[in-house]
């Protein structure tokens, strides 16, 4: 039987994590309840204490499809964590995501079939020697923001809107035989416009005075260059061609939502107040939350997770 306490802490750690998972503000919760800010804050003092139960428990010996790993920065530093596609499996903190810090990560681990990531050199660096046999699939959706870094959301010019376009159809992409044309497509996009990628122009240095010679559409070249890299390293549909082997089909590999929250790109652990209450955040995040597949077709009841189920090796 539950007493009176035991029902308040309830309701006050649920709304704990709904405000570490989601974008629900301590001003938005103090008004829901009829409190102040300070109050709100000072109600949830005692769950940033909670004990941050080992992830790694229970996984011991188990080999996944797929693993997706990713890092969250805080204040504190930053936590890269392990998951498939809806569970944590293993976290360690640090203070920046390199070769090393993985390695303490996924030593821990099983080696997969599949490691998603999203680009980071230190995450790549550590899976060739940690887990030499599995395959690496780099995350589409950061795959879609190199590109709208360099084009914005709204190229001016054709080139930009067609490579922009290119880009999004990645996360669409379901078959070997849509893999191959989106490939044809990206080579023929350099068969139209690769000599007005070369153009240059002319430009004085106003430092040194000197002339030189600069792209004129760098931007378009970089955005090109970084799908053409992913695409001929054999980064992009790794999924697709390792599919024969696994479990139920894969929905597209999109970032881990342990570090990136449903709503804009607000992370848990930005409202933590120290290190060890930033672990807590992002725990409580990478459990609560499935990893986020941006075609809802991959979301529908009964379709397969693409992860297989704790499997023994």
Known sequence: MKHRGDITSTAVFAQFIEHCTTATSLEVLAKRNGVSH???????KWCWLVDVPDPTVGH????????????SYTAGGCLIIAATIDHVIAWHRCRHETTHDYQRLLER???????????????FSAIKKCWPTTRIQRCLVHAQRVVRRYTTSRPRTDAGRTIYQLALKLTRITTLDEAAQ???QLHEFFTIYQAWMNEKTTVKDPKTGAWTHMWTHHN????????????????????LKQS????GSNPPP????????????YSPAHTAEDPESANAACWIGGS??????????????????GARTNSPK
């Open 288 to 305: 609560t939350y499935k990893q986020n597949c941006l075609t809802t077709q991959y979301e529908s009841p009964g379709s397969p997770t």
């Open 109 to 123: 681990i099983e080696a997969p079939l599949i490691a998603v990531i999203d680009g980071s050199q230190g995450a």
């Open 38 to 44: 300070a109050t709100m804050k000072r109600r949830f």
């Open 182 to 184: 989106w490939g044809a």
């Open 254 to 265: 999109t970032a881990l939502k342990a570090a990136s929250t449903p709503n804009s790109n």
């Open 220 to 239: 378009v070249r970089k955005a090109y260059n970084s799908l053409n890299h992913l695409w001929r390293s054999n980064l992009l549909f790794v999924y």
């Open 244 to 247: 024969l082997t696994l479990t």
């Open 60 to 71: 011991d010996k188990r080999v996944y499809d797929q693993v997706f790993l990713d890092g």
